[in-house]
C-alpha cells in the first residue's frame, strides 16, 4: 500500500502559478502510473493530467493542456503538476493518486486505487 500526500495550494491570482507535489510512502512510487485530479464545489472529480511509471508518457485534459505540466522524480518518491497561467475555473481540491495496474496514464478515475487527502487551489479573478 502506499501513502499520498499533497502540498503546494494555495491562494493565487488569476494569471499566477502554482506547484503542486505529490509525496509518496510506503511504497516505490516507480511502480506506479500517476495521476492528478481536482474537483470543485457541486461538481465531479475530473482528470487534470496524468503521468506513466517511467515519466515517459503523459496525458492532460484539455483545460490543462498548454498550462499545466506534469512531472515525476521516482529516485526522490514524488509527482509534481506545475500550473501556470491559473485561472478561476481552475479552482478546486486537487488530489493525487496511483494507479497499480495501467502501464499507460489514464483519465478514469475507477482505474486509481491510492488517493492522496487533497490540496486546495484557490485562484482569485
Known amino acids: 500500500q502506499v501513502q499520498l500526500v499533497e502540498s503546494g495550494g494555495g491562494l493565487v491570482q488569476a494569471g499566477g502559478s502554482l506547484r503542486l507535489s505529490c509525496a509518496a510512502s510506503g511504497r516505490t512510487l516507480s511502480r506506479y502510473t500517476m495521476g492528478w485530479f481536482r474537483q470543485a464545489p457541486g461538481k465531479e472529480r475530473e482528470f487534470v493530467a496524468a503521468?506513466?511509471?517511467?515519466?515517459?508518457?503523459?496525458r492532460y485534459a484539455d483545460s490543462a493542456k498548454g498550462r499545466f505540466t506534469i512531472s515525476r522524480d521516482n529516485a526522490n518518491n514524488t509527482v509534481s503538476l506545475q500550473m501556470n497561467s491559473l485561472k478561476s475555473e481552475d479552482t478546486a481540491v486537487y488530489y493525487c493518486a496511483a494507479d497499480t495496474l495501467g502501464a499507460l496514464p489514464g483519465e478514469s478515475s475507477r482505474a486509481y486505487e491510492y488517493w492522496g487527502q487533497g490540496t486546495q487551489v484557490t485562484v482569485s479573478s
Open positions: 503521468i506513466s511509471r517511467s515519466g515517459g508518457s503523459t
